[in-house]
């Protein structure tokens, strides 16, 4: 069974075109995260959900829009795509008290044209 | 300054060596340190958890100097198979965790 899970694992688009990764863990974590990896390896933190709340919000353009409808799911909308925005997005979860051990998802690997 | 700096290397050893990696955070009130494995083109992985007093899984230690802030993994014997980049993470609190940018490891034959 997969424990974070996202989809598309690859994704080619156009600019300028809106489009979504879903991610869903069956972990029971409390916290959902997205980060984005970009061509240098950079891991860097984009949005963080608690309990479908909203905790973190780092410097993140306003085309990127995070919704949780439930803690088991955090789905990142992107409007607008520019070539800048090619990288490898994951998605991670954790549960608050527990070991702090982030679990990752595969990857969705998005490339702009 | 970055949350999190790491030597990006590349590290390039031979098999049976002793290697280590440093870091360093900007933020004296982080609350908990991490290293993690990252394959190529793979999602990262927890290796372990560094604890103040210091802590060893097998061939690895790491370390926690928070006088200094700074965060150190040593790996010991290298086999072919610790061949990945290495990612340090500090967790700033409220669950906010950065990432360094990550040190590769080439274990060569």
């Known amino acids: 069974d997969t424990a974070v899970s996202q989809t598309p694992k690859y994704l080619v688009t156009q600019m300028g075109n809106d489009k979504s990764i879903k991610c869903e863990q069956n972990?029971?974590?409390?916290?959902m995260y997205w980060y984005k990896q970009d061509s240098k390896k950079f891991l860097k933190i984009m949005f963080s959900?608690?309990?479908?709340?909203?905790?973190i919000n780092e410097t993140v353009p306003n085309r990127f829009s995070p919704k949780s409808p439930d803690k088991a799911h955090l789905n990142l909308h992107i409007n607008s795509l520019e070539l800048g925005d090619s990288a490898v997005y994951f998605c991670?979860?954790?549960?608050?008290?527990?070991?702090?051990?982030?679990?990752f998802g595969e990857g969705s690997r998005l490339t702009v044209l | 300054r970055k949350e999190v700096e790491q030597d990006p290397g590349p590290f390039n050893v031979p098999e049976g060596a002793t290697v280590a990696f440093n870091c360093t955070y900007s933020?004296?009130?982080?609350?908990?340190f991490f290293w993690y494995r990252q394959d190529c083109r793979k999602e990262p992985k927890l290796l372990m958890s560094?604890?103040?007093s210091g802590n060893e899984d097998g061939r690895f230690t790491a370390q926690l100097n928070r006088a200094s802030q700074y965060i150190s993994l040593l790996i010991r014997d290298s086999k072919l198979s610790d061949s990945a980049t290495y990612l340090c993470?500090?967790?700033?609190?409220?669950?906010?965790?950065?990432f360094g940018t990550g040190t590769r490891l080439t274990v060569i034959p």
């Open positions: 991670a979860s954790m549960l608050t008290g527990g070991t702090g051990e982030l679990f």
């Open positions: 993470v500090v967790n700033r609190g409220a669950n906010n965790l950065f």
């Open positions: 972990l029971g974590h409390d916290t």
């Open positions: 933020n004296s009130a982080s609350q908990s």
């Open positions: 560094v604890y103040s």
């Open positions: 959900y608690n309990n479908k709340e909203l905790i």
